[in-house]
């Protein structure tokens, strides 16, 4: 009996998996922003839309006037992820690396950021939350890694320093 109640302590003190936005649900995906680096006179364009219960994130990165990336980014509050380790991705990509972005506060001017390369096939993507390193403008910022327990802010660019069209499809993002 003593060991069925140690179980059930420890199972009950488990993190379930939290949704940060599944696009196969009823959420609205008009919550989702696009910011390109026309921001700041660039060219890039791109779109987010729902097609087969996926977000589909395409567009063209031109690095006409000093443009180069494409993003589109999610507010949405999500408190106590302390005992959450990691970001889960389920998506589909053309092969290109695209960045994942945190934020604790979304007016932060910086973000926690981590690479990640697309196979071209549909794949789990792990993102460990503890190597999230902080940037602003693409420059590495002189701060810890990511360890905070709130997040405002997610967000998916790509902008590796090519002219190039790219396309991905989330299903979830979830952690975990």
Do not use: C, H
């Not at 959420?27 to 996926?54: A, E, F, T, Y």
């Not at 460990?128 to 940037?135: E, H, R, S, V």
């Amino acid at each position: 009996m003593k060991g069925l109640i140690y179980t059930l302590l420890f199972m009950s003190q488990l993190q379930q998996p939290q949704t940060i936005f599944d696009f196969n649900s009823a959420q609205n995906i008009n919550s989702w922003r696009i910011v390109n680096d026309d921001v700041m006179g660039g060219r890039s364009s791109s779109m987010l839309s729902l097609i087969n219960k996926k977000g589909v994130f395409k567009g063209k990165v031109s690095l006409e006037n000093n443009g180069g990336f494409a993003m589109t980014q999610l507010d949405s509050k999500i408190n106590n992820i302390k005992n959450y380790k990691k970001i889960v991705l389920k998506i589909k990509g053309d092969g290109k690396t695209y960045q994942f972005r945190i934020k604790e506060k979304r007016f932060n001017m910086y973000s926690y950021t981590q690479n990640f390369k697309t196979s071209g096939k549909e794949e789990e993507i792990v993102l460990y939350l503890k190597d999230f390193k902080p940037q602003f403008r693409g420059r590495k910022l002189d701060m810890p890694n990511f360890g905070k327990d709130i997040i405002e802010q997610v967000a998916i660019l790509i902008g590796d320093g090519k002219n190039e069209e790219f396309e991905i499809q989330i299903n979830t993002i979830t952690l975990k």
